[in-house]
């Protein structure tokens, strides 16, 4: 498909645009992201499941809400320390321990620095690829992909043991008449249930499923790495005054008494301001200044409902920055107001995974984000293990993004100042 011209229309269009799938994909949007055909080692994009198996994952993700907490306990201390005296930390790189952590929701161990870093290189190396010819890139991609191949080899030969063992235990239970759709009780067993579910023993290759994961896993904690970043600088550059900090404290601390203590799903829906809180976030420190963006794969073009013409292979979105700052939409939309969504007289919030033509840092209409509930849970223990643990000296002025074309990333070299809380 050619790389075609962009286009920007009113949220008016939204409604129709989406509704118009046999014309304008997302998937040629991805793509053109990821320079699969070029840039991924095994073709996972030809013979897709991450879509269907995150919608799984997230239907068990509530289940998984203790252990994932459990690996951001671990990697967060590792990360921000023990020390109670104020010490600066590097935002960016520790908010991505946390979630590439709480995102894979297995027992990663080394594997870890080695997700991160392919992570890391494969953006990369999707980026460089897009901006050549359609002819050179074959040969730029091939060059590109060396530092991803190498972290991947190394990712897969720790993590092909376990899948192995366990892959054999699946196919024993399966043998004996096991329940097939059972709830998987992290990533790695979610991708093994889905790859049996297939009857095809290609899908069994553990190369295979090595890269299936961690594509999964690394598509997942990227943005909310991003996402969280934005987080906290908001959070705390706010009017320390207002004391958002002390009642989220407040919040989380009834919420885990209603638990015993115990990180749950239900400990997690008690939390409707430390919701409202990340999602304000979001509101305000969009991820792009597009939203929704589709690629036009009819070769007769894509017509608005006011008669403009797309051509074939043109990209078309909406102005989602434009939106989400819109004092029209949003009352004082380009003030951070963390409870924003919080309605006090129900004690509830609009949940974070909801979309809407005026929020959508998830996507909105048939193809949004399909693990938004997975990032929603993510940033939620991520946002209280640093508010319940750490001390974070007020900023007095916020660190500003940088862009990236269209792309809005938070701060990667600031820092904030932090301590370990004495709790009695």
Same mark, same amino acid.
């Given at each position: 498909m050619p790389d075609g011209p962009d286009y920007v229309v009113p949220k008016e269009e939204l409604a129709r645009y989406l509704a118009h799938e046999d014309v304008l994909d997302l998937s040629p949007v991805l793509f053109d992201n990821f320079q699969p055909d070029h840039c991924f080692v095994y073709p996972i994009h030809k013979n897709q499941y991450h879509p269907p198996l995150m919608r799984k994952l997230a239907r068990d993700v509530f289940g998984m809400v203790e252990d994932m907490m459990e690996e951001v306990q671990h990697q967060g201390?590792?990360?921000?320390?023990?020390?109670?005296?104020?010490?600066?930390?590097?935002?960016?790189?520790?908010?991505?321990?946390?979630?590439?952590?709480?995102?894979?929701?297995?027992?990663?161990?080394?594997?870890?620095?080695?997700?991160?870093?392919?992570?890391?290189?494969?953006f990369l190396a999707g980026t460089i690829t897009r901006v050549f010819p359609g002819l050179l890139r074959p040969i730029v991609g091939f060059l590109a992909i060396f530092p991803s191949r190498y972290y991947f080899s190394k990712f897969a030969a720790c993590l092909q043991p376990k899948m192995n063992e366990k892959l054999v235990e699946l196919q024993k239970a399966r043998e004996a008449g096991g329940e097939t759709d059972a709830a998987a009780a992290n990533v790695l067993e979610g991708h093994l249930i889905e790859a049996l579910s297939r009857n095809d023993p290609r899908e069994l290759h553990l190369g295979l499923l090595a890269y299936r994961i961690i594509f999964f896993s690394t598509s997942a904690f990227q943005t909310m790495s991003a996402a969280a970043t934005h987080l906290m600088f908001d959070l705390y550059s706010a009017d320390p005054s207002l004391g958002?900090?002390?009642?989220?404290?407040?919040?989380?601390?009834?919420?885990?008494?209603?638990?015993?203590?115990?990180?749950?799903?239900? =400990? %997690? @829906?008690?939390? *409707?301001?430390?919701?409202?809180?990340?999602? &304000?976030?979001?509101?305000? $420190?969009?991820?792009? /200044?597009?939203?929704?963006?589709?690629?036009?794969?009819?070769?007769?073009?894509?017509?608005?409902?006011?008669?403009?013409?797309?051509?074939?292979?043109?990209?078309?979105?909406?102005?989602?920055?434009?939106?989400?700052?819109?004092?029209?939409?949003?009352?004082? =939309? %380009? @003030?951070?107001? *963390?409870?924003?969504?919080?309605?006090?007289? &129900?004690?509830?919030?609009? $949940?974070?995974?909801? /979309?809407?033509?005026?929020?959508?840092?998830?996507?909105?209409?048939?193809?949004?984000?399909?693990?938004?509930?997975?990032?929603?849970?993510?940033?939620?223990?991520?946002?209280a293990f640093v508010v319940m643990n750490y001390d974070v000296m007020p900023l007095v002025e916020r660190p500003t993004g940088h862009w990236l074309g269209t792309n809005h990333g938070p701060p990667l070299k600031a820092t904030l100042t932090v301590r370990r809380r004495i709790t009695v």
């Open positions: 201390t590792a990360v921000l320390g023990m020390e109670t005296s104020w010490t600066q930390r590097s935002v960016f790189v520790s908010i991505e321990r946390l979630t590439a952590g709480a995102a894979s929701a297995m027992v990663v161990g080394k594997e870890l620095d080695n997700l991160i870093r392919w992570g890391n290189a494969m958002v900090v002390e009642t989220l404290r407040s919040e989380i601390e009834a919420a885990l008494r209603l638990t015993d203590g115990r990180w749950t799903a239900q =400990a %997690l @829906s008690a939390m *409707p301001r430390l919701e409202s809180t990340i999602r &304000e976030s979001m509101r305000l $420190s969009a991820f792009s /200044t597009r939203g929704c963006s589709r690629k036009v794969i009819s070769r007769n073009g894509y017509t608005t409902s006011k008669g403009e013409y797309i051509p074939y292979g043109g990209t078309v979105s909406i102005p989602q920055w434009s939106i989400h700052h819109d004092d029209t939409v949003y009352e004082e =939309a %380009l @003030s951070f107001r *963390p409870f924003r969504f919080y309605d006090e007289k &129900e004690n509830t919030c609009v $949940s974070l995974a909801t /979309t809407s033509e005026n929020f959508l840092s998830f996507g909105h209409g048939k193809r949004v984000c399909p693990g938004r509930l997975y990032a929603a849970v993510t940033l939620k223990l991520v946002l």
